[in-house]
């Protein structure tokens, strides 16, 4: 079937064209973990790796690395049935504005899946971008052009006649963005068949025990809270908003006062705080004062807003902002998390209390919220398995064959 591609005369492909676009009705699909994807992939994984530019960007070194080869037949072994899998047709891939790489991560587990994967970035431009899609083209019309058919990565603002002739096309359409970039795009109709995964707005929170975190190198913890949050301005899902203490009262305190020096040091080296993120951060901190009492500040600049609080509510959420604000809370149970840990809650990260601990509270409580459960330091690392959906199952099929 010709479809009506005047939608997206004015996108600017970054990779692909629109030719190629056109033909991938027509191309076959992939069984899961194809080896032309995995080569490309890993190639990928190499090019990046040795390119004197990418490394100078922490979040393009940290998705090489997952698309290394070893990292690449691991999560092969760890997909229930691969071997009965194979891709859905056209993935349609909506990626953020405010989050560089997660275009990259979002088409790798498309290409792994065995589809033909369409990925709009935003008009906002990113180095991270470039450099990426730059190396894609390289391999792409160099060693792994056998992939070519399979790709094509467009940029374009929002342009709805753009988005409805994608989305008129794809098997499955896979939006990440805000509650209200979702709900508006939930209006154009895809395929009966064709499937949709989203990833809304989700909020996270660090757990840190005072007495193991006065043994650790505050600087080297500083450095890895600092990967979770300012490096992408905590707009992440995974960036955490909150800091729940615990421990001995005596140890709770001088951790408090080690470990936001440090990270006032090192954000006052490398943050560029601009004066509007001040602003929303007084605003939001203001917002919450007005909502109910026992909330006191403690921030001595800009860089680093903290607000301690007396309680935990599940309406905590809609008070976060960006930009280095936090709130801190004190536990001497963790039982005394569950009030926030609604189905808005992403991830709990840790520094000294077991995450088998998390899991069974979360478990024994039926918790509606809580999708990851990570060392402090590593919300930001890319996985397979995101916000509670196992990435490469849900983009592939699985052929049922009966047996005798």
């Known amino acids: 079937m010709r479809r009506n591609m005047e939608g997206i005369r ?10 190629c676009l056109a033909a991938m009705e027509r191309v076959p699909v992939l069984p899961a973990f194809s ?7 890993s190639g990928l994984s190499q090019k990046l790796r040795r390119d004197p530019v990418a490394k ?6 940290s998705y090489a690395y997952w698309i290394r080869r070893a990292s690449l037949e691991q999560a092969k072994e760890a997909c229930a049935g691969w071997e009965n899998r194979l891709g859905r047709g056209i993935a349609f891939h909506i990626t953020p504005s405010n989050v560089p790489v997660n275009f990259a ?79 508006a795009i939930r209006q154009i109709p895809i395929p009966p068949r064709a499937k ?74 490398e943050y560029p705080m601009r004066p509007v993120q001040a602003v929303d951060k007084f605003t939001s901190l203001c917002m919450l004062g007005m909502s109910r009492s026992g909330v006191r500040l403690r921030s001595k600049n800009t860089y680093v807003m903290r607000a301690e609080l007396e309680s935990l509510t599940p309406d905590l959420s809609q008070y976060f902002s960006k ?23 992403q991830t709990v990260s840790v520094l000294g209390v077991e995450k088998e ?7 024994a409580n039926g918790v509606r919220g809580v999708d990851r459960i990570v060392n402090l330091g590593e919300t930001m690392t890319p996985s397979f398995i995101w916000d509670g959906y196992k990435m490469i199952e849900e983009m592939s099929r699985y052929v049922f064959r009966q047996k005798e």
């Open 105 to 183: 991560v979002s088409l790798t587990s498309s290409l792994l899946a065995g589809n033909c994967t369409v990925v709009r970035v935003s008009d906002k431009v990113f180095q991270q971008v470039g450099i990426i899609c730059g190396a894609i083209n390289q391999l792409l019309e160099g060693e792994c052009a056998q992939m070519k058919p399979y790709l094509c990565i467009l940029r374009y603002g929002h342009q709805e006649e753009a988005t409805r002739a994608l989305s008129d096309m794809c098997s499955i359409r896979i939006i990440w963005g805000g509650d209200q970039t979702i709900e």
């Open 56 to 61: 100078e960007y922490g979040d393009i070194l």
């Open 196 to 269: 949709e995964l989203t990833f809304a707005d989700r909020f996270s929170l660090v757990v840190i025990h005072a007495d193991q975190y006065l043994k650790k190198d505050p600087r080297q913890v500083a450095k890895g809270f600092y990967t979770d949050t300012y490096y992408t301005d905590q707009n992440a899902c995974s960036s955490p908003r909150m800091v729940v203490w615990m421990g001995t009262e005596p140890a709770v305190k001088e951790a408090k006062r080690i470990f936001w020096k440090a990270l006032e040091d090192l954000a006052a080296e």
């Open 357 to 363: 601990a998390v899991l069974n509270l979360v478990f």
């Open 323 to 345: 930009g280095g604000l936090f709130y801190e809370y004190t536990a001497l149970r963790l039982e005394e998390l569950l009030p926030v840990l609604t189905e808005r809650c």
């Open 35 to 41: 080896q032309p994807a995995i080569e490309f992939l």
């Open 10 to 19: 004015d996108a600017q492909f970054l990779v692909g064209d629109e030719a």
